[in-house]
């Protein structure tokens, strides 16, 4: 199926892409982001917006967007109240989108601009989501970056009921009907690359090598890349507490072929203690196992205890298009 694309001037308004861009310290990107966005669109058909959104920034990344917003119509921003998160910021820019597709991209220029025109392209031929990954480790990050990304997609792989390719990045495409969808989701935490996919529609995944950051440092480090991976687990699937029951039934018929042994023991006359060494270890061992699956029970509880209060994911402070009175007051 292809999509109507009106390629003659003035029969028609031109198809608009909404480009969302969370910014935390990214001031020294701003500027140039816009301009490789204005080169790649000045060689295509298309109208586009971009919408930054400024993700409780503590340098100049805000007034760095200003300066575009006043200088291009294209150019629009939210800023958040405070640092809320990148998949926090996606929803944000997401409510305000209102091109025929929405394209989500990194501010440091990582995800390269000029594969936006590819991306159309496969949209154009039907698909309704259009998502990059890596194809090769990443050449610009640190060992233990690549290391822990790659068990971070395993890990999400083996005990989630999504499956992601490694490297699957927050770069990609979707179509306003599945944006349509993803709006309607009221999650707390929300975890974007895992939402894309498990809404369906047709789906396109092309591979990518991400370009050096221009400027800054990554704010992923292994805790939170470690945390994000719990967490986006726990809201994609419950099979982590049916791997615990089955370790609990597992450790269960253990003792109870154990009764056999002590009950021949005893007629035996083989009923002295072993040691104190071998009970420690064993209390030791089934006391953390019990911790660990109370852990992940009270982790599922938090949760729920999370999303019961119904708290919003952000607080927008200021946007480029709404009026600072506007705006809802928590």
């Avoid at 989500?104 to 990954?133: C, F, R």
């Avoid at 939170?224 to 726990?234: G, I």
Wanted: net charge neutral; hydrophobic share 40%.
């Amino acid at each position: 199926m292809h999509r109507y694309h009106n390629t003659i001037p003035g029969t028609k308004s031109m198809k608009k892409i909404s480009i969302i861009i969370p910014a935390h310290n990214e001031e020294y990107n701003i500027s140039i982001m816009v301009g490789e966005l204005q080169k790649v669109f000045s060689g295509i058909n298309y109208d586009f917006e971009c919408i930054f959104v400024d993700d409780g920034s503590t340098d100049n990344t805000l007034n760095a967007i200003k300066v575009q917003n006043a200088l291009s119509s294209h150019v629009k921003y939210v800023e958040l109240s405070r640092n809320f998160g990148k998949d926090q910021a996606l929803q944000a820019g997401m409510e305000v989108a209102d091109g025929e597709a929405v394209i989500t991209m990194d501010a440091d220029l990582q995800h390269p601009p000029s594969l936006i025109i590819e991306m159309i392209k496969h949209w154009e031929n039907g698909n309704d989501v259009v998502y990059t990954h890596r194809e090769k480790a990443n050449a610009h990050a640190k060992i233990y970056q690549n290391i822990s990304s790659r068990l971070f997609y395993k890990t999400i792989n083996l005990l989630s009921d999504i499956k992601m390719e490694d490297g699957i990045a927050d770069y990609r495409l979707i179509d306003k009907k599945v944006v349509a969808q993803l709006r309607q989701f009221n999650e707390y935490d929300p975890f974007f690359r895992g939402m894309v996919k498990w809404v369906g529609f047709k789906q396109k995944a092309i591979p990518y090598n991400p370009t050096a950051r221009l400027s800054g440092e990554t704010s992923y480090s292994a805790y939170k890349l470690f945390k994000l991976a719990l967490n986006s687990t726990m809201s994609f699937s419950v099979r982590p507490l049916y791997a615990v029951t089955l370790i609990g039934l597992v450790f269960s018929l253990a003792s109870v072929f154990y009764i056999p042994y002590i009950l021949i023991s005893h007629f035996l006359g083989y009923t002295q203690v072993s040691g104190w060494a071998s009970l420690i270890a064993t209390i030791a061992f089934f006391g953390g196992l019990q911790l660990f699956v109370l852990g992940i029970i009270g982790m599922y509880l938090g949760k729920l205890f999370m999303q019961a209060k119904q708290r919003p994911n952000y607080i927008i402070r200021s946007a480029s298009y709404v009026n600072e009175d506007d705006l809802i007051k928590f």
